[in-house]
């Protein structure tokens, strides 16, 4: 039993990952750009919702359209002002531009609200759901399905939709794509307010798990999410599902586990982080990638 | 051409060292209390006040000598010692153990009668070295390494230990709730919090408290429902979570979401972990500190005091700042109670055994001393019960 329930606690921490995993996936399925600043965009979310909660008290269904609303918002503002000026530059430079976009929201949010945490109160309280001698959390029951609806809204989106349609052929060769009368730029927008929106849904429900906003919150949950989306393959929608869920029963089974009375939890990022290096080293395109030819 | 830069860098240390030597490194000659150290009818008493005032932990310094000087401050406003008034001397040792011997001695030389001092435990373990010598009454605020009291009987401590606050949760959880098996989750990466785990684990092993697991994380970690669930499945009726707020906070939000209903032990990182989850999460959770803001009459005092003069809420360190000032100050009573001239070594013995074999009402609780540099004091016990802290008992 005590099983299930670490299962659980990997599906809730997987989701997360699996949330933002996806808005690191699409937008470098389109642009081939590591957007670093993903993270902190989610970052920008819990911070929402604590002043729209904490300090506006304006209840929670006010918080959740707040902080989902910012953070597409956001997510289109810095496409538009920090890479739509350099879509013809050398991709180093695009990633830098991402990193410094990084570092701009978490000293801007040190700026404004301080180094230390902010507490908010849990987003929606749903009792436990107990079955026998097991305790369910309902956070992570909520967390998983939400996670499952957004995942299945996506694929929808990006399969059945018209704009779907044009966000795949802008992937597959964008100059193509614009000689088709796609609009590339309204395309590309379109993709990074969908990234956003998933991190603002994502936002939410980190603030209801963890209920605390720090500034560099976003930072390690990015990198966590880097690394589930290159395990399972990035730029593939439900790779980075399936690597958000895989790194987070990794990370909920290795902090669980114990040699002897030695508990093992301390290894937990260093496990992460070999993953990537080993996938990179044995399988770069990851779990569900598949390799493109580079075209002459 | 290398030896041009070899000689180059030479010239460049050089330089950097005299720039070092030569810069003001303290902002010297504070007077304390406001009085000018005028003498009223009598002369002065000078006392130093070493502490890292800029730098990396500039914030406990800067803490310790805000308490310390309201305490002196206070004093003169009464009267001073015999009619004396009390001239601080204040250093920044910037939390450098070099820069702290030195302060030490320019302190010496300044004729200081004692000092209050230093703030961290590294810096304060030279200047325990270097002041057996002088047999120079000093005492710490906050320096809890044991030790800084190891090298002479002049040295004084006005905190407690670390274990010792380990040990005491573990007495307090076998004898006043009660409790017959526990699980500890602890910051590995963090000396403070290792060291209160181990004390407190030894002492359960003494009272046969069944300790059922123990369970690390790392720095900077936000998610401990694993750890959390494996102490859930192992039956322990209280956790131990020796960290500081902000992990406690979310520690005790995952425990409760999790199922747990038992009671959550700390220590005084625990201090704003009421901030930092919600107040119905907090049922049975108790820690100890030697401070906390809570209702009492001696207490209400000093905050007030310290609100007036400082325009915010004192803490844990401004209160042993506090503390650590009325015990030297009551070594220094005891020396001019019995007419002796400053600066002579019968004196320095005076203010030694003045503190040695005195009380002094704290705000951190009374302090005494039998025999070593460590205090003899009751620690307190913060019930969270109700959702913010309360007092619950000395222990």
């Known amino acids: ?296 | 051409m290398k030896k041009f830069f070899a000689l180059l860098i030479v010239v460049a240390m050089a330089l950097a060292i005299t720039a070092c030597s030569s810069s003001d490194s303290g902002e010297a000659g504070t007077n304390g209390g406001g009085v000018n150290g005028q003498s009223e009818n009598g002369g002065s008493i000078k006392v130093g006040l070493l502490a890292p005032l800029t730098g990396d932990v500039a914030q406990y310094g800067l803490s310790v000598a805000s308490g310390a000087e309201l305490y002196i401050k206070e004093i003169n406003e009464a009267g001073g010692i015999n009619g004396k008034t009390i001239e601080v001397i204040k250093y920044d040792e910037q939390g450098d153990a070099t820069e702290a011997v030195n302060n030490y001695y320019r302190l010496v030389d300044d004729g200081v009668v004692g000092i209050i001092g230093d703030v961290t435990s590294a810096p304060t373990v030279a200047v325990a070295q270097a002041s057996v010598e002088d047999n120079m009454p000093m005492v710490t605020a906050s320096a809890t390494d044991p030790s800084v009291i190891s090298y002479g009987s002049n040295f004084f401590q006005a905190c407690l230990n670390d274990p010792y606050q380990g040990t005491t949760m573990a007495k307090f959880a076998a004898n006043e709730l009660g409790v017959t098996s526990v699980a500890t989750i602890y910051n590995t990466g963090d000396d403070y919090s290792i060291g209160c785990n181990d004390a407190f684990v030894e002492q359960c092993n003494e009272l046969d408290v069944q300790v059922l697991s123990q369970e690390g994380y790392a720095d900077g970690d936000v998610d401990f429902n694993a750890q959390l669930t494996s102490i859930i499945a192992s039956g322990a009726q209280a956790i131990f979570c020796p960290n500081y707020y902000q992990d406690d906070g979310m520690i005790v939000t995952q425990a409760r979401t999790l199922g747990f209903t038992g009671s959550i032990l700390g220590v005084d990182g625990w201090t704003n972990t009421h901030e930092y989850t919600d107040p119905e999460n907090l049922y049975d959770c108790y820690f100890c500190t030697s401070f906390a803001i809570i209702d009492d009459e001696k207490i209400n005092e000093f905050v007030d005091a310290y609100r007036a003069e400082n325009d915010k809420d004192p803490g844990n360190f401004e209160a042993l700042g506090y503390d650590a000032a009325m015990v030297l100050l009551n070594g220094i009573k005891a020396a001019e109670d019995a007419g002796l001239e400053a600066g002579t070594d019968d004196y320095k013995q005076a203010v030694i055994d003045g503190i040695a074999n005195g009380t002094v009402a704290g705000v951190t609780g009374e302090i005494s001393y039998d025999g070593t540099g460590a205090p003899t004091k009751s620690i307190m016990i913060v019930s969270l019960d109700s959702g913010s802290p309360e007092f619950y008992m000395n222990y």
């Open chain 1, 1 to 296: 039993m005590i099983f299930f329930q670490q299962l659980l606690n990997g599906l809730q921490l997987g989701s997360i990952y699996a949330l933002v995993a996806l808005g690191y996936t699409m937008v470098y399925g389109i642009i081939l750009l590591l957007n670093f600043a993903h993270g902190d965009i989610i970052m920008v979310g819990a911070y929402v919702s604590w002043v729209v909660m904490s300090r506006l008290q304006l209840g929670p269904i006010t918080a959740v359209f707040a902080s989902v609303l910012m953070c597409t918002l956001l997510g289109v503002v810095i496409e538009k002002v920090a890479y739509a000026p350099l879509r013809s530059a050398p991709r180093l430079s695009l990633l830098i531009t991402a990193i410094g976009v990084s570092y701009f929201l978490e000293n801007g949010a040190q700026l404004i609200f301080g180094a230390d945490g902010k507490n908010m109160n849990a987003i929606f309280s749903i009792p436990n759901l107990t079955i026998g001698s097991v305790t369910l959390s309902s956070t992570a029951l909520v967390t998983l399905a939400v996670t499952i609806v957004a995942m299945i809204g996506l694929l929808m989106l990006v399969h059945k939709t018209k704009m779907g349609k044009a966000m795949r052929a802008v992937s597959e060769d964008m100059g193509a794509a614009q000689l088709m009368g796609i609009s590339v730029n309204a395309t590309i927008s379109f993709t990074f307010a969908i990234g956003s929106l998933l991190a603002g849904i994502g936002s939410v429900l980190y603030s209801n798990i963890y209920q605390m906003a720090t500034p560099t919150m976003g930072s390690m949950l990015g990198l966590k999410a880097f690394v589930a989306a290159v395990l399972g393959g990035i730029g593939s929608i439900p790779g980075a599902m399936i690597g958000g869920f895989a790194v987070g029963f990794i990370e909920t089974f290795v902090s669980a586990a114990k040699i002897g009375q030695q508990s093992l939890s301390v290894w937990r990022d260093a496990v992460v982080f070999a993953i990537l290096i080993i996938v990179l080293v044995v399988k770069p395109t990851g779990i569900m990638g598949h390799k493109v030819r580079e075209k002459v």
